[in-house]
């Protein structure tokens, strides 16, 4: 999400005549899309405000700092408060404002705009052209999962019209976008004006964008059912990868991060989706060291977590975040030990990721070429249908081709191959 609103802000200023940089410290303009799911990307936000304030001191260079995003929206005057040198704060809900506030940026004036709600904002900015695309289709949630500070900073919410969805399909597609991927905190409650749910969506997407792939993000359990695995496999364009979160597998723990389903429950959902369209594949989001997490309940975290046998995981330490129900539970599972369990879980995912890609040796697989090598005009790179980078050679292709790649060598995290057709 917080990608396609980085890209959202890039193409806003770019239309507004700003030309992208790779040195932040001598740009006229910074602009910090943030995040606060963690403490990390704050601490490394705060961080990158405090180096620019040095710079601009020690250069005299006039340069506009802008913060956005969710840690914007959390923390709003704050930001200015504390760090002189940030002249704008926009809060996630608040892209638009952009083309009028930069217009009076300068003279000391400051702005902050951290309202939330209203219409789902069509954005018409010219996209960065690539091969790929995201729609967003939805904004906000109303889980509340007892860890997480999205509800708070994204609002609750907010489905986009199935209309306006299908035409930001075709518009890409007529671009030349050959890989869209469908956007949502939790795509699986999404509901159209005409009282359709997300299956209906997917299906129509698919059917509008014969030749392009379609993927989706994120799923929540609670919300999945066989209805979006009997989609998937009718339409052979949407990539049977779905993204959806275990968090935990021990059914005590689900309990308080307050996520709406049980191990056991999630499980069967996946086995009948399974069943259902036997091509299907997982990936996951985990924490590990959640307050009360004891030696037991991670154990059955690990338990499923082979059982599933993801293609990818996300495993993340547990980060208190102020203002969340967890933020008020003991935090007292030592870093160590967080990250013991963490390394433990990735470790399992190590040895499933290197079974998967030893099988994946001889196989020919469709690649969508998204890129050239500088250095070789034959060498390309792209993706599989289940989000694997493939690193190959080809004589004719170039990007936005569907090629196939037969794997001629495998390394610990990349596929490597020849297309001879
Ligand atoms: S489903 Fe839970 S974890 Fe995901 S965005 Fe909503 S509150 Fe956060």
Redesign the pocket.
Known sequence: MNEYDSERIAGRLEGLGFIAGTDIFSSDLVVLNTCS?RAKPEQKTASLLGKLRRNRDKTGLPQAVGVMGCMAQDKGAELIKRFKNVDFVLGTDRIERLNDLIKEIGGGKKFIDTAQGGEFFVEQFGRKKGVTAKITIMKG?????S?????YV?GRETCRNKADIISEAERLIESGVKDITLLG??VNSYISEDGRSFPDLLAETAAISKGVRIRFV?S?PKDFNERLAEVIKEHKNICPLIHI?L?SGSDRILKVM??GYTADSYLDKLRKAAEITPSLRFST?IIVGFPGESEADFLKTAEVFREVEYETAYIFNYSPRSGTRAYKLPDEIPLKEKTRRLEYLLSIQEEITEKRYKAALGETVQVLAESVSKKDPFQLSGRTEYNRVVNFKAEKASPGDMVKVRITEVKKNTLSGRSDY
């Open positions: 799911v949630c109303n889980n509340f999962c860890y997480c500070i999205v509800p994204r905190q939790n994120t929540h979160p968090q307050n996520r989001d």
